[in-house]
């Protein structure tokens, strides 16, 4: 969104916020965007950062990212918000020193935003000990009309649950891909190009893909997963093994993304991108006694991750 072309088109409803992962509880939000923008005439349009805001202010507090701009940017539109209305916003030293009031200020008349609907817990501005009236009232200051959405949850067995980036990393860092899933609405995904390997998959019968990824974005535990993969137009049942691939290869080195697509057997892919949708985890990363049990492991977790999907199909 450029401040100057909107200005000449179209006034803005805004929620602010980093949108990482794009989840239940964000879709709900920018739900409630919509539903305040349209009878006022506005556009709904989000501000967002492309990085978190912690890598500025304390770098080693910064968490992984659930999704890149490139993915919250295609999650953002599929939710009705149209790519010329997010902003990436740079949270550089000028923008973390405003106020309150100097932030809106800015939106209102750099981005030509009228109405902003504050997001649960969401703060901006320096100040720290702001209420929602005070939010309002220095809103109406700036001739903008500043809302607080409604809470949003989601029934569990323990009563009403919030839904959080937090909480989805929690989930992840646990390997619960169900929990994550739940809680995103959406199977968790990572994605990057496929690159060459030692191709010790294929000498044992099971060919893989190596997947480099955004060094930004959040990997999975080591261990074997149950997947679905997307490359080159096709889909694909797929065990991934995030690891070090300690019978094969070497515990010294970095720890890869080897996806095995079920019932391809077509050429090597490399260079082109592949998508990963992570159901559950089959089993830990382990070291074998010896080849032949290792492929009895890989052959028993295929038959287990083609169960899985089939299901969840």
Do not use: W
Request: include cysteine.
């Amino acid at each position: 969104m450029n401040g100057e072309q909107q200005h000449a088109t179209q006034r803005i409803a805004a929620v602010i916020g980093m949108f990482d992962g794009v989840h239940l509880g964000h879709r709900d939000l920018l739900r409630q965007l919509r539903e305040a923008a349209a009878p006022r005439g506005l556009a709904p349009a989000v501000f967002t950062f492309p990085s978190h805001p912690l890598s500025i202010i304390r770098p080693e507090a910064a968490p992984a990212l659930l999704s890149t701009p490139e993915e919250k940017l295609l999650r953002l539109t599929a939710e009705g918000i149209a790519p010329r209305d997010i902003e990436f916003l740079s949270f550089d030293d000028r923008l973390r020193h405003l106020t309150a009031r100097e932030f809106i200020s800015l939106l209102h008349h750099k981005y030509n935003v009228d109405y902003i609907l504050r997001g649960f817990n969401n703060r901006f501005g320096t100040e720290r000990d702001l209420s929602a009236e005070d939010y309002r009232a220095i809103a109406a200051a700036e001739d903008v009309t500043l809302s607080d959405a409604l809470p949003y949850s989601i029934p569990s067995a323990d009563g009403p649950q919030d839904v959080s980036s937090s909480l989805i990393r929690t989930a992840l860092a646990g390997s619960d891909m169900p929990r994550a899933a739940i809680l995103l609405g959406y199977p968790y995904e990572i994605s990057g190009t496929i690159e060459p390997g030692k191709h010790l998959g294929a000498t044992i019968g099971f060919p893989t893909a190596n997947i480099a990824v955004a060094p930004s974005k959040l990997i999975p535990p080591q261990g074997v997963y149950a997947c679905t993969a997307e490359t080159d137009g096709a889909s694909y049942p797929a065990v991934v093994n995030i690891g070090h691939c300690p019978t094969t290869g070497t515990l010294n080195g970095h720890p890869t993304i080897e996806a095995h697509l079920i019932g391809y057997s077509g050429q090597p892919l490399y260079g082109k991108t592949m998508q990963l949708r992570f159901h559950n985890l089959l089993r830990r990363e382990q070291k074998f006694n010896s080849l032949h049990d290792l492929q009895s492991a890989i052959a028993s977790d295929i038959e287990k991750a083609k169960n899985l999907i089939e299901m969840k199909i």
